[in-house]
């Protein structure tokens, strides 16, 4: 399903949700409180379907003739003002939310879920006070509002406040019933970063442990433990980045230098030859492996071997600029180039390529190199290698 798909569903959801809700309270005070005639509205059916199909402009377009024979309807209010905040008319949504917020007959899920857009408005906007305290009153309208709380543990993010983001999200996870065990482990990451930056490597440790404990794939937990080991024991840190290696192959190449560090600090780099071997082994696609063994051979002067290793990584992913740059290193390191081509390689590994294409699965966000965290969308652990061409197919 895309983003925008499951954000219609989330919105039509939530516009059930808060219909009922209100429906239900009309009731319950025994009044004819019906705000659903603007169902009815052939505009409606049409928003929701441009919404489902990710027409997010069109969406408000309908939407808007909706509320124009229905200026009430509270439900299309909340819908069409997050749209107009998706695309990024954020003043238009909060003078929206604040007109709600004006109203003196919502019902508290209704002010709480208005509080807690305004927030994200605000957030959005990057007045950031004003969004903490929207946050906090829709809490104090309704202590339980989910979109409040994540709103909050956000802002916390956005702020590097790690401990209260972690607090917050921990509370979420409860409500939810959700495991977030993955985001709480890079929330202590970034935690022991901290205590490590504060000359609390003890405190260090203990927070890469329990990210760790929350979720094995929480990869930088095991970098960070490590790089803690990798100077004075590097047989320690070695055995903490094979075990990461076992965990999560696909990630193997992250911890390739400080791999090779930690083996030449216990005198036996040739294990470093081995381990890429193995990875081979498993995968024959890993082309990051490959050249990792590439670069190790021919700084030991095996520069053929070297070559016919890259030539088969080229083979199984021809597309990637990494593998042809080594290429061109290992042919100049076997005296293979004349001097023009020679000064053609310099140029190539002075110029700022896009190498190494990364994407996020959340937000389609690329960058030249892999995230934790996407600067766009600010998802935890969605960033993977962007693969074009036909080894995309392949895999
Ligand atoms: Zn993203």
Redesign the pocket.
Known sequence: MSDTALLAVLLAAVAGLLAGGAWAAGRRRGQERQRPAFRSSPHYAEGLHCLATGQLEPAIHELDKVLRDHPDAVEVLQVVSHLYREVGKVERAIEIHRGLLGRKDLTRAERAHALASLGTDYRKAGFLDRAGLAYAEALEVDPRNLHALAGQQKLHEEQRQWREAYEIQTRIARMRKSDDGLVLGFLQVEMGREALRAGRPDAAEEAFRTALSLDRRVFPAHLALAGLWLEREPRRAAQVLESAIADAPERAYLAFADLQKAYAGCAEPSRFAALCERLVGQDPHDWRARLALARHLRDEGRAGEALGLLLRALEANPHVLLVHLEVWRTLRALGALGPEEQRYVATVEESALYVDPHI?T??R?RADDMLWR?P??H?WS?FVEERVGPAAAQR
């Open positions: 996020c959340a937000c966000y996407c766009h969308c998802e969605t």
